[in-house]
């Protein structure tokens, strides 16, 4: 189906004609329209363009309410203050429009990007042989969502997980391994991801201890990591054993935080190892990089240290070895000329935005990054504790990410649990329920937050039945699906003949809102912005919900209709809206 015109703009269109009739000079000028707290729009573009034209903007604004077509969409329109126009939509016009967001099933009237690209996101980068902590959320919470978003807005999307698979230290765990040959057998054939991760952080253990005790030992642990980059066959092997038992930790925690992670998407650090002595010569050849102290450097005019000295990006290091900037570049390289991106998303730790500010400038330099394909950081803040501090446990230890959602699901089917008779949950779906709500809960509370800003992790909170939480909102999607248990042989029918009550108008006029919202969401990789209309949308649900009576007292037929169908369409966009947040809202709670 074809995409709906939304209300913003039907008026704008109108308000545009007009605007021309009046000051045919002016061309086709910006009427810059708004929702208004005053009316359901303000323009407010006639005081610049009367400024423009040495015109009295009353005056000019008084010419453009004669020439606007009213009727259909706009029912009144007034002058304001100095030459703002005040805009009331009618009824009908809100019902119909809805109508054909209803019509639309898969949707809801949102269309596509005009000109969509292929974006790259690097989101999701845990560390091989290293369990997954609580500063790994928000880059695979954020990023997911925005992959969501982007995709629904008809962009290609690439995911790419960046994994941390390469360094010094498999040196040591690979000699380890090989001396060790047995320690990551599984007699029982497969593993849990939590029987994974706890044979990695047992074997890192025990080849540290050894590392640090045995000096012919650590010998041997750094001539392995020559072999490693030297590609030498066994050492590989045994190096993918360490990748492989990863991954089935890595995908058990994803699979709990309900994200697909695709093993074709994972690309670490040793993906571009082949690139980077290429990289480096590139660089080299063309100046954008020289020899400083035998490291091949990259400087910048506005990156100095405290002693006022220029700190380079180190690209290759004095004794020969790479960079973590030698990768990234690498990595540019294979995604803006393999995979054709438009677009390089980077979801990574604002501390990080130095190393990127750099890579990307050292990029744009060489020209691999120019006007048609741009680079980005969506840089996210840190989370803290109640106490406003990095969030640690009692011991002062980093949280496991694992430990953390299991807590949130504990709560969370606690919760569920006390509402359950009532509903007349089965313990199966209390504990599915608690699964849903638990996640939603922590990826809600990271994704209603600006994602540069911090947040503070408050499980308390997150898992209320009140304020801005994805449990509100789970609870009004079931609210709102329980109603249709009960309308009997009532069905939603749009009836755009009848007038609105306050509360459906105003409900009415954001469900037109959802369209507008995602594009703006979509261009600001913005998932917060999301977050914010659905809460307001469940807001204006339970105000509708209060006010206008659906099934008791029962209303006339053609008003019960035409409120089942504002209960159906409001449903629907909380569902898909919560979906592309990457957050489930079961039928019953």
């Known amino acids: 189906m074809a995409s709906v015109t939304s209300l913003t703009a039907s008026v704008h269109q109108r308000l545009a004609d007009a605007l021309s009739a009046a000051l045919p000079e002016a061309g086709s000028a910006d009427p810059l329209l708004r929702r208004s707290d005053r009316a359901d729009f303000q323009a407010n573009g006639i005081l610049a363009l009367a400024k423009k034209a040495k015109a009295n903007p009353r005056e000019l604004a008084t010419q453009v309410v004669e020439r606007v077509a009213s009727g259909d969409v706009i029912k009144d329109i007034e002058v304001s203050g100095p030459g703002f126009l005040n805009i009331t939509v009618t009824d009908g016009a809100i019902v119909r429009n809805l109508a054909e967001r209803y019509a639309d099933s898969d949707r809801l009237g949102v269309p596509l990007a005009e000109h969509p690209g292929t974006t790259v996101i690097d989101y999701a980068q845990p560390n ?13 919470v954020i990023g997911a969502a925005v992959v969501q978003i982007l995709e629904f807005t008809g962009e290609s999307v690439v995911r790419r997980h960046h994994i941390g698979d390469w360094g010094t230290q498999f040196g040591m765990l690979i000699q380890y391994l090989i001396e060790h040959p047995h320690e990551l057998d599984h007699q029982g054939g497969a593993v849990s991801g939590e029987e994974a991760m706890s044979n990695l952080n047992g074997l890192y253990k025990a080849a540290r201890a050894v590392f640090d005790s045995d000096e012919e ?18 050492t590989l092997a045994m190096w993918q054993k360490f990748v492989d038992e990863s991954k089935i930790y890595f995908y058990s925690v994803f699979d709990k935080l309900d994200m697909e992670i695709r093993d074709a998407d994972v690309v670490g650090e040793s993906g571009y190892n082949d690139m980077l002595d290429e990289t480096c010569r590139m660089l080299e050849e063309s100046g954008v990089a020289v020899r400083s102290d035998g490291a091949l450097c990259v400087f910048f005019d506005d990156v100095k240290g405290p002693d006022g000295n220029p700190v380079p990006l180190i690209v290759k290091k004095s004794d020969g070895g790479y960079g973590y900037a030698a990768t990234d570049l690498s990595a540019i390289r294979d995604r803006v000329f393999n995979l054709k991106a438009s677009t390089l998303l980077y979801v990574v730790d604002a501390r990080q935005s130095l190393h990127f500010k750099m890579v990307f400038e050292t990029a744009r330099r060489a020209g691999w990054l120019n006007d ?3 680079a980005h950081q969506l840089a996210f803040g840190t989370v803290l504790g109640k106490d406003g501090k990095p969030f640690k446990t009692r011991e002062g ?17 606690s919760v569920v649990r006390e509402k359950a008779e009532k509903v007349g949950l089965s313990e199966p779906e209390i504990e ?8 939603g809960a922590v990826k809600y509370a990271d994704l209603s937050t600006s994602a540069v800003r911090d947040y503070k992790f408050d499980l308390d909170q997150m898992v209320s039945l009140n304020g801005d939480t994805s449990v509100y909102l789970q609870y009004a999607y079931a609210r709102i699906r329980s109603i249709f248990g009960k309308a009997g042989d009532r069905t939603p029918v749009a009836h755009p003949e009848l007038e609105l009550a306050p509360a459906e ?5 954001h469900l037109d809102r959802f369209g507008e919202t995602l594009e703006e969401v979509a261009a600001e990789y913005a998932p917060h912005k999301l977050a914010a209309y659905l809460y307001q949308l469940a807001s204006l649900y339970t105000t509708f919900y209060d006010q206008c009576p659906v099934i008791k007292p029962a209303p006339a037929q ?22 592309l947040l990457g957050i489930r809202t079961p039928e019953r709670l």
């Open 128 to 140: 091989v042989a290293k369990e997954m902590h609580v500063g790994h959320l928000r880059s695979a």
């Open 217 to 234: 030992f650590k010998t041997r642990a750094r001539r392995r990591v020559v072999d490693l980059q030297a590609g030498e066959p066994e």
């Open 372 to 374: 048609d394909v741009k």
């Open 397 to 413: 230890e980093t949280v496991r990410l694992v430990d953390l959602l299991d807590e949130a699901i504990d709560r969370a089917t």
């Open 432 to 439: 599915e329920n608690g699964r849903y709500v638990g996640i």
């Open 505 to 509: 108008r105003a409900l009415g006029l």
């Open 558 to 579: 053609e008003i019960a209709e035409n409120r089942l169908f504002l209960c159906d369409l409001t449903g629907r966009t909380l569902h898909q809206g919560m979906s």
